[in-house]
């Protein structure tokens, strides 16, 4: 079974300029997940979705970051313009449902951002 | 949002010796779940515990539940080079989890 996939791996920008973080999640998982890990913490969710549509997106900033999952299926992370505080590993993460209680998620390996 | 507060933050141990970090909160948790994320990659599930006592046992590590359901432990015995990575505890908060920051642990041969 594939497992999640994300990309690009690595990418690095300059501050005020714009990047987008693609995911696809395992086959059939209906719940997404973005997490923010900055080095030396642990992640931090910044959006869920379940299907297409928006569950908690409570940490997320606003005024620079978006994200989508058209279809239901993969996503983007997008973050314009971005700040030298943004450098750090975002992760997605897949489970088959989310709910009321936590599902075991499946975590890709993640794209490091640094941003100059 | 509850805090998961997780020690050491660093630990390098020879091949060999046994070690247990912890995670400790002031909140009750739900269920508890151990993360190990080794360099580039995302973190693997090792474990979830949701009764308060509850002890698992994967092979050479023993993860612990307090009474409480506030604090969790992972006892490795006879570490391995392997073991090394970076142990995430986290916290199910709704229905969502909180992590904490992590211990990173270094097996050296």
């Known amino acids: 079974e594939a497992g999640v996939a994300q990309s690009p791996r690595y990418k690095i920008i300059e501050k005020r300029q714009s990047v987008a973080f693609w995911c696809n999640p395992i086959?059939?998982?209906?719940?997404l997940y973005w997490y923010q890990q900055i080095l030396g913490q642990g992640p931090k969710l910044l959006i869920q979705?379940?299907?297409?549509?928006?569950?908690?997106d409570s940490q997320l900033p606003k005024d620079r970051f978006s994200a989508e999952r058209l279809k239901g299926v993969d996503s983007t992370l997008k973050i314009q313009p971005a700040k030298l505080e943004d450098s750090a590993v975002y992760l997605c993460?897949?489970?088959?449902?989310?709910?009321?209680?936590?599902?075991?998620?499946?975590f890709g390996p993640g794209t490091r951002l640094l941003v100059l | 949002t509850q805090l998961l507060e997780q020690s050491p933050q660093f630990l390098s141990i020879q091949e060999g010796e046994n070690l247990t970090v912890y995670c400790n909160s002031s909140?009750?948790?739900?269920?508890l779940q151990w993360y190990r994320q080794e360099p580039g990659e995302g973190p693997v599930l090792l474990v979830t515990?949701?009764?308060?006592?509850e002890v698992k046992k994967l092979k050479r590590l023993t993860f612990q539940f307090g009474d409480a359901r506030k604090d969790s432990s992972l006892h490795i015995t006879a570490a391995q080079p392997g073991d090394t990575g970076l142990y995430l505890c986290?916290?199910?908060?709704?229905?969502?989890?909180?992590f904490g920051a992590g211990t990173i642990l270094r097996v050296k041969s």
């Open positions: 909140s009750v948790f739900s269920s």
């Open positions: 086959s059939g998982h209906a719940t």
């Open positions: 986290a916290g199910e908060e709704g229905n969502k989890l909180v």
């Open positions: 993460a897949s489970s088959l449902v989310g709910g009321s209680y936590v599902q075991t998620q499946y």
């Open positions: 979705f379940q299907n297409n549509g928006v569950v908690d």
């Open positions: 515990v949701v009764t308060g006592g």
